[in-house]
C-alpha cells in the first residue's frame, strides 16, 4: 500500500516498474560499459525465469511497466549523464566515482527526472528514489539516497520545495 493507505493504481505500478528496470539497466550499463541500446535490448528480450521471486525477473516486472518510460529514463539518463553527473558531485560527501554503482544509477535517475521531468512533482522523485534504494542499495543506502535527491530537490526545484514545505 502506498503511505496514505490506498493501492496504488495500475499507472503508477507502471511507472515503477519501469524506474526499477531504468535502475536496473543503468547499472548494467555503468557496469559493462556496453551502449545503452545494447543494454535495452537484452532486458527487452529476456525470457521468464519461474524460479525468480517476480520483482528479480526482469521478465515479468516488463509485463507491467511502462515501457514507454523505461525507454526514455534509460536512454535520456545516459545521453545527460554528464550534466546529471555535474548536478550531483557538488552534493556528495564524496566522489561520484566511489559512489556504489547502484546508488549512483537511483541518483542519475532522480537527477533526470529532477531537472527534465518537472510534471512528475519532486516528492514523488525522492520517494521513489528512497523506494528503490531500499529494494536494490545497500543496508542504509536509501537514506543517502534521500539526502541527495532532496538537497539536488532544493536546487532544482527551489519554488515548488517552498511552496511545498509552507
Known amino acids: 500500500m502506498s503511505e496514505r493507505g490506498r493501492e496504488p493504481s495500475r499507472a503508477q505500478l507502471a511507472r515503477h516498474a519501469a524506474r526499477e528496470l531504468a535502475v536496473q539497466g543503468l547499472y548494467q550499463w555503468q557496469l ?3 551502449p545503452i541500446s545494447a543494454v535495452e535490448a537484452e ?3 529476456q525470457v521468464a525465469d519461474e524460479d ?3 520483482h528479480e525477473n526482469w521478465h515479468k516486472v516488463m509485463e507491467i511497466a ?3 518510460l523505461f525507454h ?4 535520456e539518463v545516459a545521453r545527460h549523464r554528464e550534466e546529471l553527473d555535474a548536478a550531483i558531485a557538488p552534493l556528495l ?3 561520484l566515482e566511489d559512489l556504489d554503482l547502484i546508488e549512483r544509477a537511483i541518483l542519475r535517475l532522480g537527477a533526470y527526472e529532477l531537472a527534465k521531468r518537472p510534471e512528475v ?4 522523485v525522492i520517494n521513489e528514489g528512497v523506494e528503490l534504494a531500499k529494494s536494490f542499495g545497500a543496508t542504509e543506502g536509501h537514506r543517502y539516497v534521500n539526502g541527495i535527491l532532496d538537497k539536488l530537490a532544493a536546487r532544482l526545484r527551489g519554488a515548488e520545495v517552498t511552496a511545498r514545505r509552507r
Open 66 to 68: 511502462d515501457l514507454a
Open 121 to 124: 512533482p519532486y516528492r514523488a
Open 72 to 75: 526514455q529514463l534509460l536512454n
Open 43 to 45: 532486458f527487452r528480450g
Open 93 to 95: 560527501d564524496r566522489r
Open 52 to 54: 525468480l521471486e517476480d
Open 32 to 34: 559493462t560499459g556496453k
